[in-house]
């Protein structure tokens, strides 16, 4: 079956500008994630979604960035008057009701703010 | 705060011995561990999960799990060129958190 699916896969903006990341998580799972990972760091937890509710939304770091994930499948995450440093890879993972710990990555989202 | 700590590397093996990969954890808490395989410029790719405390063998894979010590290794049998990539250490604290804690990884490379 189709694993994650996440877009754009790359994406370039200004600094200030917003952007909307999309992840298609793999059909079934009802945990849905996000990650970001930095050049030479493993990946860092931002939000988790059970359903269609933010069950954790420790990590993300400020009131710029938001998720939603309105019909319990695919989720958006957005990010609003980026800045350079928010330049990243933006990872969404899925896993199953079941075996919430197993969570499995989609390409990610290459985003760079200039 | 929950850490895991991975040696960065790089480890470097001849073709056909055998790699091992350590990560050691914080959270005395934590259930469960998985080891993830990114080539560079992919995503992780889950390769191996361990719960108990002991040895988990999957292939060439074996996993090693010691909560007293909190430590989780990772074996690779019979290494080939392909191996080469980094390999990341995650630990799920179990409950109703989802989030993994990664290590920053260790990358690997196999010479033929």
């Known amino acids: 079956g189709a694993g994650v699916s996440q877009t754009p896969s790359n994406k370039v903006t200004e600094k200030g500008k917003y952007v909307e990341l999309r992840c298609d998580p793999i059909s079934g799972h009802t945990a849905l994630y996000w990650y970001r990972q930095s050049l030479g760091q493993g990946p860092e937890f931002l939000i988790y979604f059970q359903g269609t509710g933010a069950a954790d939304d420790s990590g993300l770091p400020n009131d710029r960035f938001f998720a939603v994930r309105p019909e319990g499948s695919v989720s958006t995450l957005k990010i609003q008057r980026t800045e350079r440093g928010d330049s990243a890879v933006y990872l969404c993972?899925?896993?199953?009701?079941?075996?919430?710990?197993?969570?499995?990555f989609g390409p990610g989202t290459r985003l760079l703010v200039l | 705060q929950k850490e895991v700590e991975q040696n960065s590397g790089p480890l470097s093996v001849p073709e056909g011995a055998i790699a091992s990969l350590n990560c050691t954890y914080s959270?005395?808490?934590?259930?469960?561990f998985f080891w993830y395989r990114q080539y560079s410029g992919k995503s992780p790719e889950l390769i191996m999960f361990?719960?108990?405390?002991g040895d988990k063998e999957d292939g060439r894979f074996t996993a090693q799990l010691n909560k007293a010590s909190q430590y989780v290794s990772l074996l690779i049998r019979d290494s080939q060129p392909s191996d080469s990539a980094t390999y990341l250490c995650a630990a799920h604290s179990g409950g109703s958190q989802g989030n993994l804690i990664f290590g920053k990884g260790t990358k690997l490379s196999v010479k033929p």
């Open positions: 959270d005395r808490g934590s259930q469960s």
């Open positions: 361990i719960y108990s405390n």
């Open positions: 993972a899925s896993s199953s009701r079941t075996r919430v710990e197993t969570q499995y």
